[in-house]
């Protein structure tokens, strides 16, 4: 599964799940991204080091 900021690979047994109120259903590989999305309410396309994680992955 990836996670749901930064699309990472989350290894099995690791991460966490957050299920909200509505239903929608959020996983994260770090505390990092979990802080990021719920608490900042930060758009992962307009951080720089999620940006840079894709652009390397790539090539």
Not at 29 to 55: A, F, G, H, I, M
């Amino acid at each position: 599964m990836k996670c749901s900021f930064c699309k990472n690979e989350i290894e099995k047994g690791t991460g966490k799940m957050y299920v909200k109120a509505d239903g929608k259903i959020f996983y994260f590989c770090s505390r990092r991204c979990e802080k990021n999305l719920l608490k900042l309410k930060r758009d992962p396309t307009r951080v720089k080091w999620v940006v840079k994680k894709k652009v390397t992955s790539k090539k």
